[in-house]
Every structure is written in C-alpha cells, then in structure tokens.
C-alpha cells in the first residue's frame, strides 16, 4: 500500500495533474454554482476534453475534480442565494440560506468550506483504507459473480428511485441495457438491431447519450421555467468569515460523523449524495439536544455543517465501487466509468495491480483536490460568486453550444448532432412524466459488460446453470429480486393499512 | 390516459419490435457451429425484451400507485403552455440548424449565429455586447478544439476554404 501511495504521490504530483486538479476544481466550481446546472451535465461536458487529453490518470484527475468542485459550487449557490446548482446541495440551503438572511453569508460559507473539506478528506482516507480491501475480495470474483453483482448494483439504483418509481426506474435501466445491444459487440463480431443504418454500427455514442440525458433536458428546463436560474438577489457583501471557537467545537462531531455515514451512503449503489446529505440533515437533527434542534432550519451551524460533510464524503464514497468493482453506483460515476472506458482503462479489482498509478493517483488527488477547493472557497468566494451574476440570456445559449460541442468532438459527426436533439427532446419528455434518466444512462454503460459476463458464465457452464452452480451468484441475484419488490411491497402495505385493511401479519 | 402510461406504451411497442427481430429474425443467419454454443448473439435480447415488456405492461396497467401530484420544482407538463415553449422550441430548432451548417457555414460563422441568436431568442437585446461575446467564445473553442486538441474543425465556409 505504502508503494502504492508512493507511485500515486508521485504522479499526482506532476505538474499536468496539479493542472488538472486546479483546473477541474475550478470548472467545477464555477459551474456548480450555476443553479439548475448538476454535476452529470458539467462531467458529461467535460468528457470530451478529458478523452482527448489522453492520459487516463489526468482524465480521471480532471473529472474527478469537476465533480467535487461541483458539489462546492452547488453549495455557494445554496447559501447565497437559496437556488442549490445541485440536487445534493439541497439540504445545505436549510440552514445556509437563513444564516446569509441574517447577515452571516460568510460565516456560513466558511462553515460549508471546512465541513465539505473535512468530509472529502476523511472520505478519502475512508477509501485509502477500503478500496484495495475491497479490490482483494473482488479478485476472488468470477465472471458469474460479475453478472449477479451488476444486475443487483442495477436493481440497487432502481430501488433507491423513490416510492411509485421503482418500475419506472426499471423499464429505464432495461431501455438503457436494451440501447447498449446495438451495434456491433465484441463477443460475437456480427451487428444487431442496427436496421441497416452505416451510423448505427458502431452503437450509440455514449457521449451523446449522456449529454442528451442530463445536459439538454436541464437547459431545456432552465429556459421553460425561468425561475428556475434565478440569478438575481446574489448581491451583498460577503464579509467576516471567522467563526467563533464555540461554533468550531459544535461542528466537530457533527462533521466527524457525517463524513464517516456519508462515506458509508456513497459507496452503496443508488444511494449517493443527494440521499447523504439529507439524511445527515435528519440524523444530526434528530440527535442534537432540544434547544439545537429549535435552532436547525433558522440558521443552525451544526444543520450546515451536516450536509455538507456527507454530500463531500458520499462523492468520494461513490468512488469504491467504481475503482474496486468497476461498478457505478450513481448516474455520475457511469459517466466518469463510461470516460474510462474511452481511455481503454477497465476499472475493477485488477486495476489497482495492473495500473496502480491510475489508482493511487486518483486517491493522492482527491486530497490535494479538497486542500485547493479549501484555498479557493475561503478567500476568493466572494470574488468566484460574481458568476451567479451572469444573465441567462447569456448562460442558455453557451450551455446548449457547449453540449454540442461536446457531441461533435466525441464523434466528430455532424448526423450525432441531430441524434443529440433527438434523443434531448426524448430525455426531456421521459423528464416530465418523471421517468429517471440516470439508470438508462448506467444500463446503456453496464449494458455491453453485463452481457459479456453472463455470455461467459454461460459458455464456462454450458448454460443457465451456473446461477444454481455457484451460491454467491445465486445469493447475489436473490438479493437482487429482494431489493426490487420490497420497496413496492412495503408501499403496498401502507396503502392497505392507510385504506384501513388489516394486512395479516 | 397520463404522460407516463402513453410512454410506457411506446417502450412496450419499441420493445415488441426489439422481441421480435431477437426471436425471429436474428438466428436465421446464425452459423451451423455457433448452434451448438449455448449463448447466442440473440440470448440476451431475448431476456432484456422479455423484462422491457413485463415493466412497461406494469405501467401501462398502473400496477404500481405512486404520488400523483407533481413535485413543486419539477414542471408540470400539463400546463406545458405556461411556460416559455416557444423560446425552447425556438433553441431546439436552432441547435437542428447549428447540426445542419456546421459543415457548409464553417465553425466560425455557424457558431457566432448560434450564440447571437440563441441570445436574442431569450429576450436579450445588447447587440454589442452578443456580438464581442460570440465573436470571443467562437474564437476561442476553435483554438482549443483545433489547435490544442488537434480535432479538425473546419473554421470558414466551404466556399472560401480550399481543403474542405
């Protein structure tokens, strides 16, 4: 390990990936405070230049950076203006908004900025110690295993969709895995469902995909509901950023326990920081003493520091699965999954021995990554919060430009373009009858890996047999089936008992 | 019949004509030796159809209840009319457009109009201020495209390029 932490030092270090840890840090910043822009869309903008830097650890690097700072920015946006950029940033907008209210803008931003360094910093240690764990239990792994542990990180994602959505979030992820059949795959060297088209062959573009599912929808919202980026009302003076040492001691335990629960929601699949962050939130309330708990949604410190500490700890959380299993958990990390592959970097158990650079590297960053969001949140916040003053007459335009940018360079096809639009105007109709987007996004990542999996289990065992052949597999999959229909039978069971039904048990 | 139910409906018949060409059609092509293995190119479709139609019925039949009401920062699609369609449609059509010139326009010009009109179609009116930030922006994503990133980008209209 300690090796390990050596290489990692050494190519965090390099003056390209100090670059692109200030650079993507910064993007990420800047964008996430934008309201109504998520982490998803900025990474999946961003995806293209991470591709054609080539070198997959300051890829990893970059957009590993986007996505922290964005969670940063989001919160900045929450505090000042009570408009969160980010769904995860929701919870900080509880207390931070009402403590700018009162005058307190910069105390609450300095109590954000240490929760959200605390928390990734921990989280990060948090994954220094499980990751490589991890990884030596899934080399253990075969291809069987492989399959049963993606169908249940899928069915994980569906059930987590929230209540009267798990079907929903179903169909999506088998329309997703439905999308990945086409084109021509790797096994079996002939193309399928490509209907004769010559731009088919080679499938979808996943690059299009993911911008055409997050990026064109949240502009498209951004214009029809104008409220939506309010951007005015950002004014005031951002000053006194010192808190008071009763204040510090306050948040300490707070932050020290919601960094380790956040870890914790993060790695899971499904749950990621959105669902951190609140429930950090709700604990933290739960358990603070009764005059605290009077103060939490006026203006509470510990209520600030709460979410902020999980939502920072979750996103490096999310990381486990990703780096160790070669698994998202989250509509985010498919996307950075779905850059890795780009690369011609596989992520799972073999990726920290066979690129151990990648893989430390990745780590070493994060650290330095929080060590400079920290740099640039304190001092020059009030300077990086005039970009919430930037006109939407403006903002629309460049963000639609730039998720077209992103899908021509990808393909360097101009026909990709009007798929884009095409496959937007789908995503943002699915959008409004509330079908979730991100499990189509990680069926169609996952899609091509779970059918070589289950090809090669297949072929080992001449057959389905192999589910009843190897009791991990067959564990792996029952937990799968529990996870999709318990939430649907517990929503069952409180419409009958809320009908008055006596429900038998 | 809602949004959600009427979408479900469209994936069940996508998924039907998927099921299809997976059950009947695929195999037909299928070499004599890849008979014998017990996985084939239609295997895993033929699931994934099976599944799609199973979810897409549920939804279709509203076996699953959920919260009807909308979310409050979600947009009602029902009112879709309240809200600034005509400036969405209007982008929509624009980015068709942008598709459309980026190669006979060249980058410089398609993207310039891309940006002063997608403005101006927000209600934005500072005509100089659109012109310098269009004029900037083209400039600049073309250096780094081309030039620092070496993806081609062809920068001036075909008739006045050579090379095409």
């Known amino acids: 390990m300690l090796e390990g932490i050596l290489i990692g030092l050494g190519t965090a270090f390099s003056l390209t990936n100090l670059l692109m840890v200030i650079g993507g840090c910064l993007i990420g910043t800047f964008i996430g405070m934008l309201p109504g822009l998520g982490p998803m869309s900025i990474i999946a903008i961003m995806i293209p230049v991470a591709i054609s830097i080539g070198d997959p650890s300051a890829a990893l690097i970059l957009l590993a950076g986007v996505y922290y700072g964005a969670i940063f920015g989001g919160s900045t946006s929450s505090i000042l203006i009570n408009a969160p950029g980010v769904a995860s940033t929701v919870a900080t907008s509880f207390d931070g908004y009402p403590l700018a209210r009162q005058g307190k803008a910069g105390k609450a931003l300095t109590v954000a900025a240490i929760a959200s360094f605390s928390g990734g910093t921990i989280g990060a240690v948090l994954l220094m110690v499980f990751a490589p764990a991890l990884a030596t239990v899934a080399l253990l792994f075969h291809s069987a295993e492989y399959f049963a542990l993606m169908v249940v990180g899928l069915s994980a994602i569906a059930a987590f969709a929230g209540s009267g959505q798990v079907i929903k979030a179903l169909l999506m992820t088998v329309l997703g895995l439905i999308m990945a059949t086409v084109g021509e795959g790797a096994l079996f060297n002939m193309p399928r469902f490509t209907m004769g088209i010559m731009d088919l062959q080679s499938g979808f573009g996943f690059i299009t995909l993911a911008m055409a599912m997050f990026a064109l929808p949240e502009a498209l919202y951004l214009v029809l509901d104008p409220s939506r980026s309010k951007t005015d009302s950002g004014d005031g003076e951002i000053k006194d950023l010192r808190i008071t040492r009763e204040e510090a001691r306050a948040i300490t335990p707070v932050i020290g326990r919601q960094s380790i629960q956040g870890f914790l929601i993060g790695v899971l699949p499904g749950a990621g920081a959105t669902i951190a962050s609140f429930l950090g939130y709700a604990v933290e309330r739960n358990i603070a003493k009764k005059e605290e708990q009077e103060q939490f949604g006026k203006g509470s410190v510990k209520g600030l520091a709460a979410p902020e500490s999980a939502n920072n700890a979750a996103c490096t959380g999310s990381f486990v699965p990703l780096l160790t299993l070669g698994i998202p958990g989250s509509g985010t990390t498919a996307i950075l999954l779905g850059a890795l592959i780009a690369l011609n970097v596989s992520p799972g158990p073999r990726l920290m021995i066979d690129q151990p650079e990648i893989f430390w590297a990745v780590i070493i960053s994060m650290y330095l990554g929080n060590v400079i969001l920290l740099i640039l949140n304190l001092p020059l916040i009030p300077y990086i919060a005039k970009v919430l003053a930037v006109p939407r007459t403006f903002l629309i335009p460049f963000i639609l430009f730039f998720t077209l940018m992103g899908a021509y360079i990808g393909q360097n096809n101009a026909t990709e373009l009007l798929i884009l639009v095409g496959f937007g105007i789908c995503a943002t109709v699915l959008r409004f009858a509330n079908y979730p987007l991100a499990p189509l996004l990680i069926g169609f990542i996952l899609g091509s890996m779970l059918e070589d999996n289950f090809s090669r289990s297949m072929q080992l065992y001449d057959g389905i047999g192999f589910i009843m052949e190897r009791p991990m597999t067959m564990g792996l999959l029952g937990l799968a089936v529990i996870l999709v229909v318990l939430p649907s039978y517990r929503a069952r069971r409180a419409r009958l008992r809320a009908q008055g039904v006596a429900d038998g048990d | ?164």
Do not use: H
């Open chain 2, 1 to 164: 019949m809602a949004l959600d139910r009427w979408i479900a409906m469209i994936v069940l018949l996508i998924s039907l004509a998927y099921g299809y060409s997976a059950f009947f059609m695929m195999d037909e092509g299928l070499a004599p030796f890849m008979r014998r293995n017990p996985i084939w190119p239609s295997t895993f479709p033929k699931i994934l159809c099976v599944l799609a139609v199973i979810c897409s019925l549920m939804i279709l039949l509203g076996f699953e209840k959920g919260s009807r009401e909308p979310k409050a920062s979600e947009i009602d699609y029902r009112r879709l009319t309240d809200y600034k369609l005509g400036q969405a449609l209007g982008l929509l059509a624009l980015m068709v457009a942008y598709a459309l010139l980026l190669r006979p326009a060249g980058f410089l010009l398609s993207t310039m109009g891309f940006l002063m009109i997608g403005s101006y179609l927000l209600g934005e009116r500072k005509y100089l201020i659109m012109i310098v930030v269009a004029a900037m922006a083209a400039g600049i994503v073309w250096y780094l495209v081309d030039q620092v990133l070496g993806i081609f980008l062809s920068p001036l209209p075909t008739f006045l390029s050579s090379g095409g």
